[in-house]
């Protein structure tokens, strides 16, 4: 157990939806991260947090958007659904900062379908 | 940009007999090197890392890399391969972000298949 988790573990959806992924990192990590993996593109990085403020963007789609809250929670809002945004959407956490090495821990993911 | 590549989708080894999976990078400066394993229906959990020093990290469930510096390379091996070691296997660079802040760009992994 890493200790991040994700909600909803399963989610399906029509296509023109709009689904909102729930994280809440690890105890003490002011990082989150979500990425998407498919099939076909793999792993991609998507946005990253930082105690509430945007600190990098990824591969994101302007239909999808995120947000960290003061509790640090983070939440992916993904809209007008496609087709291809089918797909297993993780969430991963860090404490970043001076002394960090890097390494993310991972939640076990929420698997979007769209239909 | 850093980049990794794992040249091989699929990696399948007997029981018993010694695995690689194999990672090159390319980054500017010193590479900070990860691998994670992916479950069946699991999130990706760490295996281990090479920031600097000792070019053979060791890490979880017996598994080491070899870090190669000329051949910018940074394998991943057992000695001896078990079933329950099938899975998915990432390499991973980590990229600096700004502002203090790093994110991990992967490879398209390769599946480990161990065969009984």
Redesign the interface.
């Known amino acids: 157990d890493?200790g991040?988790t994700q909600t909803p573990k399963h989610l399906i959806t029509a296509t023109g939806q709009r689904v909102t992924l729930r994280c809440s990192p690890r105890s003490g990590d002011l990082?989150v991260?979500w990425?998407q993996q498919s099939l076909d593109q793999?792993?991609q990085?998507l946005i990253?947090y930082?105690n509430g403020e945007e600190?990098?963007k990824?591969n994101i789609l302007e239909r999808f958007s995120a947000q960290q809250f003061p509790d640090l929670h983070s939440e992916l809002n993904l809209s007008s659904l496609e087709l291809g945004d089918s797909a297993l959407y993780?969430c991963?956490s860090?404490p970043?900062?001076?002394g960090?090495?890097?390494?993310?821990?991972?939640?076990?993911?929420s698997r979007l379908t769209v239909l | 940009a850093q980049s990794v590549a794992q040249p091989e989708d699929q990696v399948n080894v007997a029981e018993g007999n010694p695995l690689t999976v194999k990672c090159t990078y390319s980054v500017s400066g010193n590479p900070y090197l990860f691998w994670y394993v992916q479950y069946p229906n699991r999130g990706l959990q760490f295996l281990l890392k090479y920031i600097t020093g000792d070019n053979l990290v060791k890490g979880s469930y017996g598994f080491e890399a070899e870090f190669n510096k000329s051949q910018t390379s940074f394998h991943l091996k057992k000695p001896s391969a078990l079933v329950s070691d099938s899975a998915l296997y990432f390499c991973a660079v980590r990229e600096y972000s700004g502002a203090g802040s790093y994110q991990l760009t992967f490879g398209k992994g390769t599946k480990l298949s161990v065969i009984p």
């Not at chain 1, 960090?100 to 939640?107: H, I």
């Open positions: 890493s991040v990082s991260y990425y793999g792993l990085f990253q930082y600190r990098a990824g993780f991963a860090s970043t900062g001076a960090s090495t890097g390494e993310l821990f991972f939640g076990e993911g």
